[in-house]
């Protein structure tokens, strides 16, 4: 575990070992009932309040999406957030894959509206996989609804991470189904956590229910964040942040 983690003041909570060799293996692994009921009805309020709130700007800080309603920047948007990026068997998911200090890549929010939300497999890193590692990327779905197949829970390639060079060295059609595709399906309030490296990507919503979802991604320490956190930060924001939080969200 990062020494300066520690001195700062994170308590480690281990994963089980069915998920470490889950992450080592499949590249994924579901964390379950991270998000206590109370936090996770803030939660949904808060999406949808940022997002009626920012309207056709909302997620233009990172990228927009037909058909999809996006968040950006929510370290900015809520203490409700404070606890995404700093919870303790996600960090503790991410160190095992990284193997060496990383920083918060971005925070982020997700809803594929019905008939909408297929996206390209593709991988989180965007250079070509070295099987075995290093990884320099790991993403987490925060499942703000129930995860269904129905309503286009994230699809994946299991064990993906571990071929070498880039998903078009092996797929002529990103958008179509994969032959080895799972989707990561779970209850509201679990979290699923995957290496950068899987090929991974938004489905289709064939359901009239939302599918609200954050996306806490989180990056080596060497390169750069998709948010500059030290850009972004805002004063109100800055005011609030522990020691560990001005750590892992790389703003100091």
Sequence with gaps: MDSELLQRGFVPQPLTPAQYSELDTNGFTILEEV????????????????????????????????????????VNKGTVFDAVYLQPAL?????????????????????????????????????????????????SIWMLDDFTQANGATRCVPSSHHKPGKVADYVADPLADHPEQVHLTGRAGSVAAFNGSLWHSSYRNLS??????????????????????????RPATAQRLSRLARYVLGAE
């Design 91 to 139: 960090l503790m998911a991410v160190f095992h894959v990284l193997q060496r200090p990383f920083k918060l890549h971005s925070l982020n929010g997700h809803d594929p509206l019905p008939g909408s939300g297929l996206q390209a497999l593709h991988a989180d890193w965007g250079q070509p996989t070295v099987p075995g590692g290093p990884y320099h990327v790991v993403n």
């Design 208 to 233: 009239s229910s939302p599918r609200r979802t954050l996306h806490c991604a989180f990056i080596a320490r060497e390169h750069p964040q998709q948010t500059n956190q030290r850009e972004y930060l």
């Design 35 to 74: 998000i206590a009921p109370d936090w996770l009805a803030e939660l949904r309020r808060a999406f949808d309040a940022i997002f009626a709130r920012e309207g056709d700007k909302a997620g233009a800080e990172v990228a927009q999406m037909k058909g999809v309603r996006r968040l950006a920047d929510l």
